[in-house]
């Protein structure tokens, strides 16, 4: 079965760092695009941070940028978040997310979007 | 960078209803648009991608059409497991930032 499942989440202070993990299984890991996903208690879906499958190509959303740090093993199927000088508004579930490639009449690889999610991990940011 | 925006934010519907949920980008964004569907306390589930193409396993009564910066996801006949909240989500930005819209809640009537 293909499946994503987070872990590390919890009750920080607000400075203070969390390292969360996303481990893959009943696909090949290596060969595909991931991303981190949160959302606030009662809003929306924010996009948080890309990684390419060999982990040579990041980005991050400006919310972030600066204090997060996205990373991957291959070799453990493991993606990871490593969240420091954590604020309250960084409160939410944070999803991994995987990047499925569809490609076009052609065959050309064209188009993506995020086809398997993990459960969720819950971040609180508190004192 | 892009912004998406839906419409309506809620809707109340009853059970065969045809449901429209409307997407706008701030910009042309061609066909590259996603539709996911979220239950309370459960991760999204992709339900359309590039606009138009269903993804595999999800009923035929979900569809999607548009293109460059206007976008609809009809539910032909809204069944009880359909309440819930959809969003989109533009995947056209190089480099990669998934800019997602706002949602829209469906609840019941």
């Known amino acids: 079965e293909v499946q994503l499942v987070e872990s590390g989440g919890g009750l920080v202070q607000p400075g203070g760092s969390l390292r969360l993990s996303c481990a893959a299984s009943?696909?090949?890991?290596?060969?595909?695009?991931m991303n981190w996903v949160r959302q606030a208690p009662g809003k929306g879906l924010e996009w948080v941070s890309y990684?390419?499958?060999?982990?040579?190509?990041?980005y991050y959303a400006d919310s972030v940028k600066g204090r997060f740090t996205i990373s991957r093993d291959n070799a453990k199927n493991s993606l990871y978040l490593q969240m420091n000088s954590l604020r309250a508004e960084d409160t939410a579930v944070y999803y991994c997310?995987?990047?499925?490639?569809?490609?076009?009449?052609?065959?050309?690889?064209?188009?993506?979007?995020?086809?398997?999610w993990g459960q969720g991990t819950m971040v609180t940011v508190s004192s | 960078d892009i912004q998406m925006t839906q419409s309506p934010s809620s809707l109340s519907a009853s059970v065969g209803d045809r449901v429209t949920i409307t997407c706008r980008a701030s910009?042309?964004?061609?066909?590259?648009l996603n539709w996911y569907q979220q239950k309370p306390g459960k991760a999204p589930k992709l339900l359309i991608y590039?606009?138009?193409s269903l993804q595999s396993g999800v009923p035929s009564r979900f569809s999607g059409s548009g293109s460059g910066t206007d976008f609809t996801l009809t539910i032909s006949s809204l069944q009880p497991e359909d309440f819930a909240t959809y969003y989109c989500?533009?995947?056209?930005?190089?480099?990669?930032?998934?800019?997602f819209g706002p949602g829209t809640k469906v609840d019941i009537k």
């Open positions: 997310a995987r990047v499925c490639p569809y490609y076009d009449s052609s065959g050309y690889y064209a188009y993506d979007a995020f086809d398997i």
């Open positions: 009943g696909f090949t890991f290596s060969s595909y695009e």
């Open positions: 990684i390419s499958s060999s982990g040579s190509t990041i």
């Open positions: 910009q042309s964004i061609s066909s590259y």
């Open positions: 590039a606009a138009s």
């Open positions: 989500q533009q995947s056209y930005s190089t480099p990669p930032i998934f800019t």
